[in-house]
């Protein structure tokens, strides 16, 4: 494996971390029980919904949320291209057809609304928004649309645990928020996700898809609260364990402190790149909303080649991404999803020049410094090369 001088992320864990896993494991008790139940409880009041479901990660969490909101064969989605392909597959395993809208500009990577109205048919069943980056999608006229036209919002917020627009955070604006713990999200259990809703009916058939479609859980029964259980519809083993819960409740409690420290980086790369680097073009400036930080998006100059960029950072050490190839460029997805007529420009345009630098709270600023400073040497030594 390579050893990084600087990694693309980095996971948070002190010893609470450890000692939480080990009280887990010394209750003897590790399938979903109390610290579920009490990570499910941190986190609904923390994103202040009434209703919040641990599982084993984003991915089932789309997947749960779409069969709740009744998607299914014939329907459609709505939801960007330029996301991870988990957004697109949800819809997929519900024999539903996604449809890729474009993202709003080169300042701003999120769903167009333009786009989605471009979009709508009358088979339309759902929209999926995806906060890139951790940056709030344009949610306020988003929502009005989809009620407009009584269409199901979800919200794909595996980048977003603890942003907000308005002061609504973002998971708790749509009918259905979905997140993702994995180990290089801004809180992470390894392999983890949550699901979460206002909705009592979406409540009641989330609890149920997560859990076989059981009317009981072993917990219960362990409890004493139950003696049998009924099996009512299809549901599966979404569930999450309490070992995977344990390390949830610590990472919430820092969750604030890691996204303040992502706000920090990120302010010093702006203030960097646009004294020092003005070829290089920021996205969301200006962006509403509070950003939970995720990602460090930039737009490389049209003329640079990006993979020799990213060659040049890999020889100093700096390991560096880029999100998202959009989903309908995969070979499976090109054989299933017909994007002929629509305007995915910008999508394009996106994906073609977008790298993603390192961004993780225990990033120092002199780590920062030599990131921008190895851009500026690389920038110079390519774009001489074109003069
Ligand atoms: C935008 C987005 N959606 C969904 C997922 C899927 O989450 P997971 O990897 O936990 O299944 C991820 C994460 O990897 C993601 O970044």
């Not at 080990?22 to 009041?45: A, C, H, P, R, Y």
């Not at 979800?154 to 977003?160: G, L, S, V, Y």
């Not at 979406?202 to 917990?219: N, Q």
Request: proline share 4%.
């Amino acid at each position: 494996m390579k050893k990084w001088v600087v990694p693309l992320s980095d996971i948070d864990f002190r010893q609470e971390e450890t000692l939480a896993v080990q009280q887990v494991i010394n209750s003897g008790w590790l399938t979903m029980g109390e610290k579920t139940v009490e990570f499910e409880q941190d986190f609904g009041k923390f994103i202040d919904v009434k209703y919040a479901f641990a599982v084993a990660n984003g991915t089932v969490a789309l997947h749960m949320a779409c069969l709740a909101a009744g998607i299914g064969p014939g329907d459609e989605v709505i939801l960007p291209a330029l996301t991870f392909v988990a957004t697109a597959n949800a819809v997929l395993y519900c024999g539903a057809k996604p449809v890729f809208a474009d993202v709003v500009s080169l300042d701003d990577f999120t769903i167009s609304l333009e786009s989605i109205k471009k979009l709508k048919s009358p088979r339309t069943k759902a929209i999926i928004v995806m906060h890139y980056g951790g940056y709030p999608c344009h949610m306020e006229e988003i929502l009005l649309f989809a009620r407009e036209n009584k269409l199901i919002l979800i919200e794909d917020a595996a980048h977003a645990p603890g942003a907000s627009l308005y002061d609504i955070r973002m998971g708790a604006w749509g009918d259905i928020g979905c997140f993702s713990f994995f180990a290089n999200k801004n809180m992470t259990t390894g392999e983890g996700g949550m699901v979460t809703t206002n909705d009592g009916e979406m409540a009641e058939k989330l609890k149920k898809l997560r859990s076989h479609g059981m009317t009981s859980l072993t917990w219960d029964r362990h409890k004493g609260h139950a003696w049998s259980y009924d099996v009512v519809s299809l549901g599966f083993n979404y569930r999450i364990d309490e070992i995977h819960s344990a390390l949830g409740i610590e990472q919430l409690k820092k969750l604030v402190e890691f996204n303040d420290k992502r706000k920090n980086i990120v302010q010093d790369y702006q203030t960097r790149f646009l004294s020092g680097i003005p070829e290089m073009k920021i996205p969301f400036l200006n962006h509403p909303g509070q950003s939970a930080y995720h990602l460090m998006p930039v737009l490389l100059p049209p003329s640079i080649d990006r993979i020799v960029f990213m060659e040049h950072m890999k020889t100093a050490g700096i390991q560096t991404s880029f999100h998202y190839p959009p989903i309908y460029k995969f070979s499976y997805h090109k054989g299933v999803i017909n994007t002929k007529d629509i305007d995915l420009s910008i999508t394009e345009e996106i994906a073609n020049r977008e790298v993603t630098l390192p961004l993780y709270p225990k990033l120092k600023m002199e780590e920062v410094q030599f990131v921008v400073n190895t851009i500026r040497m690389i920038f110079d030594i390519l774009l001489k090369d074109q003069d």
